[in-house]
């Protein structure tokens, strides 16, 4: 049995490598590329980006590669009658899958790693490599198409000559009902201070005009200070439970419960300081509205952070569930073609996993179920798997 151990481990893990380093490299390069487009970074960034972008495309990689591996492996084997012949030795199916299911589960522990690892590094590395480039992203735009925007601000330019916008008109839109305000000048020039996270605008004989207000010249220089937050297409990756490292969620929903039990503490102060004092216009329903979609939102935040523990540990196990679906289906279809049958296994992972996972996810961060609904689909996976191991022993 040792042989046979050896054996399976070792032609599992050569399909498992190689298709990994191609699927890998194949999602890094699609990753990169549509970051590329969307933020319109050139060759230096780009580059930069690759080493946080890795974790991200080898936690969507592993588990495919970990499904192909394990419907190669065995369909070739059962074509090939090699486990027709363990059969007639009086070796059980069982005794050429449990490996298989072994380094599966170590491997879905790694696949858990990567996904704290993808989210809450790779994410915020990748953002900030973004934020660093802002300065240069905005002039290639500028250059290429005479104008840049985000949901804050926006630039357009007549031309750019070296480091000098031409004819910049600048709009900072406002929140809420302030009017936004425009800055229009002769010329222009950007300045990036990484430090202090600020992108300064240098704006040389022009004029500020804040809604339809007020109006003023400006002969000499400037200057005006933006966040790289705001001035960056890219929304920021830290605040979202969803990019919290692992360990810090237990002390966030700790913190959590704690802001939503002073909530209600404020809450039950403010109504009887208003029944006690008679002022019913305290208790209205617009003010309190305001109060409650305050606490909805605390509680949003609450079940997203406990959500996020549970989801990660269902991505990576997805691993095992793949392979204890995949082997038994294909010793039973006992086809060499490996397409074929990796076709044929993803198709309920496609049509069935996928959406219950997504559904689970779904539901318990809008706090309609408990976080462990996010294992649906791995539930799914393994009474399918339990049943066609069944059968494949049986045959």
């Known amino acids: 049995m040792t042989i046979i151990t050896r054996y399976i481990l070792g032609e599992f893990l050569k399909v498992f490598l190689i298709a990994l380093a191609g699927m890998s490299v194949l999602m890094l390069i699609v990753g990169l590329a549509q970051e590329a487009i969307r933020q319109g970074l050139g060759p230096q960034p780009i580059l930069r980006l690759i080493p946080y972008a890795v974790p991200n495309a080898l936690r969507f990689a592993v588990p495919g590669t970990m499904l192909f591996a394990a419907c190669s492996l065995f369909g070739r084997m059962s074509a090939t009658n090699e486990v027709v012949a363990l059969k007639s030795l009086g070796i059980s199916p069982l005794k050429i899958i449990t490996p298989a299911l072994t380094l599966a589960f170590l491997i879905s522990l790694v696949a858990v790693w990567l996904n704290d690892v993808a989210v809450s590094w790779g994410r915020i590395g990748m953002e900030r490599v973004v934020l660093h480039s802002v300065e240069q992203i905005i002039y290639g735009m500028l250059r290429s198409q005479r104008s840049y925007s985000t949901r804050r601000f926006s630039v357009n330019v007549k031309d750019v000559q070296d480091r000098k916008l031409l004819r910049p008109m600048i709009c900072?839109?406002?929140?809420?009902?302030?009017?936004?305000?425009?800055?229009?000048?002769?010329?222009?020039?950007?300045?990036?201070?990484?430090?202090?996270?600020?992108?300064?605008?240098?704006?040389?004989?022009?004029?500020?005009?804040?809604?339809?207000?007020?109006?003023?010249?400006?002969?000499?220089?400037?200057?005006?200070?933006?966040?790289?937050?705001?001035?960056?297409?890219?929304?920021?990756?830290?605040?979202?439970?969803?990019?919290?490292?692992?360990?810090?969620?237990?002390?966030?929903?700790?913190?959590?419960?704690?802001?939503?039990?002073?909530?209600?503490?404020?809450?039950?102060?403010?109504?009887?300081?208003?029944?006690?004092?008679?002022?019913?216009?305290?208790?209205?329903?617009?003010?309190?509205?305001?109060?409650?979609?305050?606490?909805?939102?605390?509680?949003?935040?609450?079940?997203?952070?406990?959500?996020?523990?549970?989801?990660?540990?269902?991505?990576?196990?997805?691993?095992?569930?793949?392979?204890?679906?995949?082997?038994?289906?294909?010793?039973?279809?006992?086809?060499?073609?490996?397409?074929?049958?990796f076709a044929t296994v993803f198709l309920p992972i496609l049509l069935i996993y996928y959406p219950l996972l997504a559904y689970g996810v779904d539901r318990a961060k809008a706090g309609d179920a408990v976080p462990i609904v996010v294992w649906m689909g791995n539930l799914f996976l393994g009474v399918l798997g339990l049943w066609l191991l069944r059968q494949t022993i049986r045959y």
């Open 172 to 341: 900072f839109h406002s929140e809420g009902d302030q009017p936004p305000i425009m800055l229009t000048a002769h010329e222009a020039e950007l300045r990036l201070n990484a430090e202090q996270g600020i992108l300064s605008i240098l704006l040389t004989d022009g004029e500020v005009t804040v809604g339809d207000q007020l109006s003023m010249v400006f002969p000499d220089t400037l200057e005006r200070e933006v966040p790289l937050r705001e001035a960056s297409r890219r929304g920021s990756a830290t605040t979202s439970p969803s990019n919290y490292p692992m360990w810090s969620l237990a002390p966030s929903i700790e913190r959590q419960q704690d802001q939503i039990e002073e909530l209600h503490r404020e809450l039950a102060l403010e109504a009887t300081a208003a029944l006690v004092l008679g002022d019913l216009q305290a208790l209205s329903e617009p003010v309190w509205e305001e109060r409650h979609e305050h606490l909805d939102s605390a509680y949003e935040r609450l079940h997203r952070l406990r959500t996020e523990p549970w989801r990660r540990w269902a991505n990576g196990f997805s691993c095992l569930f793949f392979v204890f679906v995949g082997a038994p289906m294909a010793i039973r279809m006992r086809n060499a073609d490996i397409w074929t049958t």
